[in-house]
C-alpha cells in the first residue's frame, strides 16, 4: 500500500493494484486517543470580527467535539462552560458595557493540544437606541449650584453644591421632564462648570459598572456642555461620574422608549 503525507500529518493509503479502496489514517496528534475525546476544530459564529447591539449576547459556535464535550468560553472577565451538543454550543453572557471585548472558545484535546478559536466582539447598543429617540421639551433636571435662577422644572436635585472630586451622583431621569417612567435611555445636555481641575464626566446605567470612557472632558474653569444619551439603569437612575469636584447641570431633551 502506497501512503501519502497529509498536511496534519495524517497519512492517507492507497490501494496497490487490483485494490479499489483508499483508507484514512488519523492525524498523528490523534492515534491512541479515544474517538469522543479527539477535536479538530472550534468555530465562533459571526468569525473573527462581529458586532451587536445586545448587552447580554448569546454567543455560540460550532465544534467537530463529541457530544458532552465541555467547552469554555471568556469574555473579558466572566468564564463560562457548556456542553456540546450536536456538533453545536452556546452561552448566555452577563451583562456587558458598550465597548470591544475579546472572546475565546476552546476545548482542551488529550493530547495537550487544545483546540479554539477567537472572535473581537464590539457591543454598540447606541446605534439602535438612537433610532427610537423621542424628543421633549428641554428641562433642567440637575442644577448644584444655589442661585436665585439656579432650579430644576420639579425642585428636585437642585441647590445640593459642587460634586466632590471622584464622586458619583446618582441622578433620577424617569417619570422627569417628559420622560416616561419605564423609558429605556435618556438624552441629556450635561455640563461641567468651573471644575478645580482636569478631568472629565462619565456618564452610565446606575446599578452597571462605569466604562472606561468619558463623556464630557473639561478643563480648570471651564464651562463644558455636551450631549450624552445614556442607558438609564437601576430606580430610573443614571450614575455621573466626576473625576474633578465640579458643579453639574443636566437638561432633558429626549428619551428612548421601553419596547
Known sequence: MERQVLADGGE???GC?????????LPKRYRGIPAAE????????????????DNTPAISGTTNAADGRILTVTVSTQTLTTPVAGGMWAVDVANLADGI???????????????????????NTVVE???????????????????????????????????????VLELTVAGRGGVPA?????????????????????VFPCG????????????????VPNAVLAKI??????????????????????????I
Open 182 to 202: 419605564n423609558a429605556e435611555a435618556v438624552m441629556m445636555n450635561l455640563t461641567a462648570v468651573f471644575p478645580d481641575g482636569p478631568g472629565f464626566f462619565t
Open 129 to 167: 437606541i438612537a433610532a427610537r429617540l423621542t424628543s421633549v421639551e428641554p428641562a433642567r433636571v440637575l442644577e448644584t449650584r444655589s442661585g436665585p435662577n439656579d432650579t430644576t422644572t420639579d425642585g428636585r436635585f437642585q441647590g445640593a453644591g459642587r460634586r466632590p472630586a471622584e464622586s
Open 101 to 123: 471585548y475579546n472572546v475565546t472558545a476552546s476545548l482542551s484535546v488529550a493530547d495537550g493540544t487544545p483546540a479554539a478559536s477567537a472572535q473581537s466582539l464590539t457591543i
Open 208 to 223: 452597571t459598572k462605569m466604562p472606561t470612557a468619558s463623556n464630557v472632558n473639561y478643563s480648570a474653569g471651564d464651562v
Open 38 to 53: 479527539r477535536v479538530g476544530d472550534v468555530a465562533i459564529t459571526g468569525g473573527a470580527i462581529a458586532t451587536t447591539n
Open 12 to 14: 492517507i493509503g492507497i
Open 17 to 25: 493494484a487490483g485494490e479499489d479502496e483508499t483508507k484514512q489514517i
Open 233 to 258: 439603569g437601576n430606580n430610573g437612575k443614571v450614575c455621573i461620574y466626576t473625576l474633578a469636584a465640579a458643579d453639574m447641570v443636566a437638561d432633558i431633551n429626549g428619551y428612548v422608549p421601553a
